[in-house]
């Protein structure tokens, strides 16, 4: 691939009074990134022009060097899994994934064998030859993720693809979408629950009310933040006596103390020095400390503060 | 893949999904309606005779209601249940053209109303054998009777192929261009098909129901001329009908293919 892998200049997509996006400047070198936004935000606007499902009502989009609309050259480098959970509900997954890589051009036999294939990947080895129609919600979404993988592609565009999965299902879901991107191929996915995407990537696309609001990574985006403290939350049998211990030092801006007396929230604009510090303090207190989290280093943290 | 490949695939595929058992109960139901009156009349009438029952309920039923209708439930499946269900996605991101798409499932269609269409006729003629009147049936009109005609049979399974070919490519064709193809060919069906063909005059001929009509009524025994206001019209002959039917239903299926090129489908969330 040479030069980006996606490219969006002035990106502009409505439907009759509706923006469904508006403006955009984006540019996406590659790997695995994740789209994030509150519902309306855009995100499956997006997902669609860069599928070749729409086209932009004005701007220009590239995705891999091509203009995505019925692109059919374009069409045989993306797998596109979308939202929606219908399959074809009279066949069966094997025959589903199978019709699908047919359609990608693939021989009968090697969409046979690849389809097995794709589907033992996303967990669904147990159910090739039931019919789709009793699939569950989670089900669904590995089968869609399969026809989705089963050519090969460059470019994997996946819209809400943990949703409906159990604990155990999203964590082979984040662990087969780490192993995609370590073979090298690019992953859009596109998610309004916040934690997920950060299991799976740091590279984030923020859009709200239809525009870009931020772009890069988490940390990269939390540092630009300046006027928001960083926010620890710890647990320890003697949080009052850390506050205090906490509060004398520079890099510290703020300690406030649960109602419970167990826990802390302290805030700091200086959190690398704060984490130096810190071990320190903990060490000559011995306050019996029972967890501490850097919670405002997370994703969601970063979203509130950006659209707040 | 080659073309030929391709397109087989999708009418199969088509295939396989019409005929999945609750999808294809209702289109059959429909398509046996006449031979379910037919049979009722077989074991109730006493004034009717069997080639009368065939014709009267091939001409106002078959071809003029169930041929349409088991053709726009066949028809509209080409799009309109992908974008009900909205898997035309999974359609549409493949590096396959969109016009062997859309012809491979109207074939697909096609072949769903066609056997749908036929079965009934084929159904109507068994169950309308049946009657008897109390004397055996016209042996030389009713050739299921005694098989020595084909002014009954042949007539009626001839408008019922070419009705499933030209309704099915139009409202394949109409699911292309409208969200809502149920709609419109229904009112397509019962507005335009169905009251202005039975209208005295000149306007039939604007309808497609009068090009069936004008390939039964040449091809038929006379028997069909005691049809009910089979004489409102001059029909024309038999090939040149069949000829305009298959041009309409090409140029429809080219229509529909032209437009599904470069249309964009939303499907909302």
């Known amino acids: ?308 | 893949m080659s073309h030929t490949g391709l397109l087989f695939l999708l009418w199969r595929t088509h295939l396989v999904r019409s005929f999945a058992p609750r999808r294809v109960w209702m289109l059959a139901l429909l398509a046996l309606l006449p031979a379910l009156i037919a049979g009722i009349l077989s074991l109730a009438a006493r004034r009717v005779t069997s080639p009368e029952a065939v014709t009267n309920l091939a001409w106002f039923l078959q071809v003029q209601l169930v041929v349409p209708l088991v053709s726009l439930l066949a028809g509209i499946g080409v799009l309109a249940r992908e974008i009900e269900d909205r898997t035309l996605t999974y359609l549409f991101t493949r590096p396959v053209p969109r016009v062997a798409v859309f012809l491979g499932r109207a074939a697909g269609a096609f072949s769903v109303a066609l056997l749908l269409n036929v079965l009934g006729a084929l159904a109507l003629l068994v169950a309308a054998s049946g009657i008897r009147l109390g004397k055996s049936p016209d042996a030389s009109v009713f050739p299921l009777a005694a098989f020595p005609d084909d002014g009954v049979s042949v007539s009626i399974l001839g408008a019922v192929v070419l009705g499933s070919l030209v309704y099915t490519a139009l409202f394949a064709c109409i699911s292309v261009f409208t969200r809502h193809p149920m709609i419109v060919g229904l009112v397509y069906t019962f507005a335009i098909e169905s009251f202005l063909s039975n209208l005295p005059g000149s306007n039939q001929s604007l309808t497609l129901q009068y090009w069936l009509r004008s390939w039964i009524a040449a091809k038929g025994h006379p028997i069909w001329q005691r049809i009910e206001g089979f004489a409102s019209a001059s029909y024309a002959d038999s090939a040149e009908s069949a000829l305009r039917l298959v041009v309409i239903a090409s140029l429809l299926l080219a229509l529909g293919a032209w437009r599904i090129r470069r249309k964009e489908y939303v499907f909302t969330s």
Do not use: C
């Not at chain 1, 923006?19 to 936004?37: A, H, M, P």
């Not at chain 1, 599928?51 to 609309?69: D, K, M, Q």
């Not at chain 1, 030092?249 to 604009?269: C, Y």
């Open chain 1, 1 to 308: 691939m040479s030069g980006p892998l996606i490219e969006a200049h002035g990106l502009s997509r409505w439907y009759g009074p509706v923006v469904g996006l508006n403006d955009l400047e984006l540019v996406v070198e590659g790997g695995i990134v994740g789209l994030l936004g509150p519902n309306g935000a855009g995100k499956s606007t997006f997902l669609k022009l860069v599928a070749g499902e729409i086209r932009p009502s004005r701007g220009t989009l590239r995705v891999l060097g091509h203009e995505p609309f019925a692109n059919r050259e374009y069409f045989r480098a993306l797998g596109f899994a979308p939202q929606q959970d219908s399959l074809y509900d009279e066949l069966t997954a094997l025959e589903f994934v199978e019709f699908l890589a047919r359609l990608s051009g693939l021989s009968a036999r090697d969409a046979r064998l690849r389809s097995q294939a794709a589907l033992e990947r996303t967990g669904m080895a147990g159910a090739l030859h039931r019919p789709t129609r009793g699939f569950s919600k989670g089900m669904r979404q590995r089968t869609k993720l399969a026809a989705a993988l089963v050519h090969g592609p460059q470019l994997l565009v996946v819209d809400e693809p943990l949703t409906g999965l159990d604990p155990l299902g999203r964590r082979e879901m984040v662990a087969l979408f780490q192993e995609l991107g370590r073979e090298g191929v690019h992953i859009l996915i596109s998610s309004h629950v916040l934690h997920e995407i950060e299991s799976v990537t740091e590279n984030i696309v923020l859009l709200h009310r239809s525009r870009l609001l931020a772009q890069g990574r988490v940390g990269d985006i939390r540092a630009l933040l300046s006027r928001y403290p960083h926010r620890y939350e710890i647990r320890a049998q003697r949080a009052r006596a850390l506050a205090s211990a906490l509060l004398s030092l520079p890099a510290t801006h703020s300690a406030r103390v649960a109602p419970d007396g167990l826990g802390l929230t302290l805030e700091t604009f200086a959190p690398a020095e704060l984490e130096r510090e810190l071990p320190r303090i903990l060490g000559e207190l011995r306050p019996g400390l029972e967890s501490i989290e850097g919670t405002d280093a997370g994703l969601d943290a970063v979203f509130d503060y950006l659209v707040a």
